[in-house]
């Protein structure tokens, strides 16, 4: 019997797909909830698309078994290599990143070309370029690639001087161009929304429209769950769990900053490493 | 029966040991070795403490198991975490960097304070103010966290305007001492040593020394094979591996540039996650 208060599963490379799990959690309060931040292995987006494919099973697995009934992959990196495999023979629908991004970022352009910024796999993948092509052929996409940005995230750096500089340096790749709407192809990015919109306005000489996929995955995943009959009840009391693979010592400030208002999480621990794994055929 | 052609293993969290490891190869062109770069999980500097003991055994054990002679810790954070456990019963003895860089650093010194710049984790170890001390009990000991070094360098942003302003925000934290050494406690900072030799000189208003411990570590080991008598023959061919357990796009560029002059390593791929575990208990 299919249960309707079995939890939403959320995962990400580490913190940064809490912005995502937090508009989940705004958007349909009654649903349950288990985010997975993979901090022991983060980040993703400078590794292999195999390695990343290897981590997201693992994570993927552990969601599987603690009896999620929707899995959001809430790390563009991971999205960006395809959901194929991750929750294959379990009936689990998956909702990535990209194609809810993508989606947002065409409603809200002025029918311009559109920049992504991602991390190096990202770009490299072309995953938003396909999504943005899937449902308009035609419009032109300038992708960037912005590595520095999660570190100084991570450093706190989001209101510094160092950070315009590196913002500047990066969106001058759009200098020239017609750009109107700026993905922010990484969950970290949505911190420093601000710089980065002052740095495009000074490259380009005009405001653009920002999106980041937060919003969009929120609406995906209550159309999906709407469609399918098998949302919560409102009666439901929408229980969360937060856990992650590693917790170092400043995990509570950020993941703070990462989920907005409200009660900031608190996490357990847990070891993925081992899930999934016999089912890929590598271990 | 010992064989004193076996290899030297060296590991690090990731490519920034391989200044390391070539200062060995330059010191002891006859020694064998093989290098471990943990690419699939570097950072170890923002992870916690157990997590760092845990990836570290791992990799130790994969170099035992590959017959080296002794076990060179070419990553701070490890080293700064302590070194024992990782050989244990196996007789290989374990050469870190923390202690050859204290020492390198009292050398150089002319009897001031010692700066040491590191990650997180090493920071926050005392590793070195603890090594220093054993040496030197009263010296004063100044320890600054310099996170975001090593994204910059990961970036090549080695004499970028950004790297410098982020080099002299982070030495400010030395205005007003009477440092006259510094240590660069983490493998990737030698790659930017003339940037932070110019943050330090203006915000101390002098030159200062700068030490860094490959070196220090390499003549650390040539004297511990001498004393053990265990010295690879001169005339033995000294033939190196280079195994990571990732290998993204850019490896190759990130190699060279540690490596430093001549040939750049090639590396093949291993997996390292289980090895050992029975060993520590864990698995």
Redesign the interface.
């Known amino acids: 019997m299919f249960d309707p208060t079995a939890p939403i599963g959320v995962f990400d490379s580490g913190l940064g797909g809490l912005t995502v799990a937090s508009a989940i959690a705004q958007r349909l309060p009654h649903e349950g909830m288990i985010y997975l931040g993979d ?3 983060v980040p993703y987006g ?3 698309p ?2 990343v494919v290897r981590y997201a099973r693992n994570n993927a697995a552990f969601l599987a078994d603690a009896g999620i009934k929707l899995l959001v992959v809430a790390c563009n990196t991971v999205s960006a290599q395809g959901l194929g495999g991750l929750a294959d023979g379990s009936g689990i629908p998956v909702v990535g990143v990209i194609r809810p991004g993508a989606r947002a970022a065409l409603d809200a352009s002025a029918g311009g070309p559109i920049a992504v910024l991602g991390t ?1 796999v990202t770009v ?1 993948s072309l995953a938003y370029e396909h999504a943005i092509h899937e449902l308009d052929p035609g419009r032109p996409v300038h992708a960037l690639a912005c ?2 940005f ?3 995230v ?2 706190g ?1 989001n209101n510094h ?2 950070t315009r ?2 913002a500047r ?1 990066y969106l001058a790749g759009l200098a020239g161009t017609e750009v109107d709407t700026i993905i922010l192809g990484c969950t970290h990015y949505p911190i420093i929304r601000g710089v980065i919109a002052e740095a495009a306005a000074e490259v380009l000489g005009r405001e653009v429209t920002i999106v980041d996929s937060a919003t969009a995955v929120a609406d995906q995943v209550a159309t999906l769950l709407g469609e399918w009959g098998r949302g919560a009840p409102v009666t439901a009391e929408g229980r969360r769990r937060f856990v992650v693979t ?4 400043r995990i509570g400030a950020a993941a703070a900053q990462f989920w907005g208002g409200g009660d900031a999480p608190t996490f357990e621990h847990v070891d993925v ?1 081992d899930r999934g794994v016999g089912a890929t055929g590598t271990g």
Chains 1, 2 share one sequence.
């Open positions: 901090t022991a292995r400078t590794r292999s195999a390695t190096q490299r590595p520095l999660v570190p100084l991570e450093e750096w001087t160092v500089m590196v340096e590693d917790a170092p010592d490493t």
